[in-house]
Nanobody, 121 residues
Framework: VQLQASGGGLVQAGGSLRLSCAVS????????MTWYRQAPGKQRELVAR???????NYADSVKGRFTISRDNAKTTVFLQMNNLKPEDTAVYYC????????????????WGQGTLVTVSS
């Protein structure tokens, strides 16, 4: 299983970016997908999560500004980021989580390589 994140870049405050994370492998549709971010000198934090049933949750700091979605046919998860703020500057990572259980004999837990988002003030 490989995760390829893309879409980061430099944007001014108030602007928008759309991150993508393309996943190889058929387990995508069974998996919970999460975007995390890590700013310089800070711990990695959860940004947004979407389950196999399309249930979503968000960090309080991004609610109302970010939207996570998934396309099972394209095995890709997206993060639409609007009204970006300088404090959103970080490396963004996608994560795939499929615990062993009824859906899979094996557990899967993978990270993408990260994509840098820089928001200038």
């Amino acid at each position: 299983v490989q995760l390829q994140a893309s879409g980061g870049g430099l944007v001014q405050a108030g602007g928008s970016l759309r991150l993508s994370c393309a996943v190889s492998g058929s387990i995508f549709r069974l998996s919970t997908m999460t975007w995390y971010r890590q700013a310089p000198g800070k711990q990695r934090e959860l940004v947004a999560r979407i389950t196999r049933g399309d249930n979503t949750n968000y960090a309080d700091s991004v609610k109302g500004r970010f939207t996570i979605s998934r396309d099972n046919a394209k095995t890709t998860v997206f993060l639409q980021m609007n009204n970006l703020k300088p404090e959103d500057t970080a490396v963004y990572y996608c994560n795939l989580d499929l615990p062993a259980g009824p859906s899979s004999n094996l557990g899967y837990y993978y990270w993408g390589q990260g994509t840098l988002v820089t928001v200038s003030s």
